[in-house]
T-cell receptor, first 113, second 114 residues
């Protein structure tokens, strides 16, 4: 089955700096790659996703890049703010699995003022 | 606005009890999922369903079963609860139509088995 590795497990940045979280996946059939943000005590919420026919996608301060050949994708957050502090999960899925998500283990991001 | 609800936020059960966790979504979604979340392990898929009365095993189905008798409701059953099933359980749903893959999560049920 699919195996998703996520790094780093913890990340601390100063407000205004950029943060990058990287994920690799193993199943070449995977074609949908979402990123979820989970604040303490709350449910995961989708912040951005990318499909395999796209190399990069941006939404304001958040961007995701995908390299299908290398089987890795990354989340980039620019101009970080304290409210960006949360746990971020990457995931991979494909049609064959009913688009059930295979999650990475998560990155705990702390943005200090 | 998509709404996914779970029957309990907190639950305490004894070893050996049969436990039912209920999930309901109100957006006529085809797909529903059960995950468990443990510190350092992320979210792991237990079971999912893409239609009424249909179910598929995820990565960690042992010790669990599911039921989907109605489209909006997906139940997770712990046949005989054990302490290693103490965890946060998250339900999710997605439309299941072509191109609509986003999963919407419920608030979670924190289950403690003593």
């Amino acid at each position: 089955g699919e195996n998703v590795e996520q790094h780093p497990s913890t990340l601390s940045v100063q407000e205004g700096d950029s943060a990058v979280i990287k994920c690799t996946y193993s199943d070449s059939a995977s074609n949908y790659f979402p990123w979820y943000k989970q604040e303490l005590g709350k449910r995961p919420q989708l912040i951005i996703d990318i499909r395999s026919n796209v190399g990069e996608k941006k939404d304001q301060r958040i961007a995701v890049t995908l390299n299908k050949t290398a089987k890795h994708f990354s989340l980039h957050i620019t101009e970080t703010q304290p409210e960006d502090s949360a746990v971020y999960f990457c995931a991979a899925s494909n049609h064959g699995s009913g688009y059930a998500l295979n999650f990475g283990k998560g990155t705990s991001l702390l943005v200090t003022p | 606005d998509v709404k996914v609800t779970q029957s309990s936020r907190y639950l305490v059960k004894r070893t050996g009890e049969k436990v039912f966790l209920e999930c309901v979504q109100d957006m006529d979604h085809e797909n529903m999922f059960w995950y468990r979340q443990d510190p350092g392990l992320g979210l792991r898929l237990i079971y999912f369903s893409y239609d009424v009365k249909m179910k598929e095993k995820g990565d960690i189905p042992e010790g669990y079963s599911v039921s989907r008798e109605k489209k909006e409701r997906f139940s997770l059953i712990l046949e005989s609860a054990s302490t290693n099933q103490t965890s946060m359980y998250l339900c999710a749903s997605s439309p299941g139509t072509a191109g609509a893959y986003e999963q919407y999560f419920g608030p979670g049920t924190r289950l403690t088995v003593t």
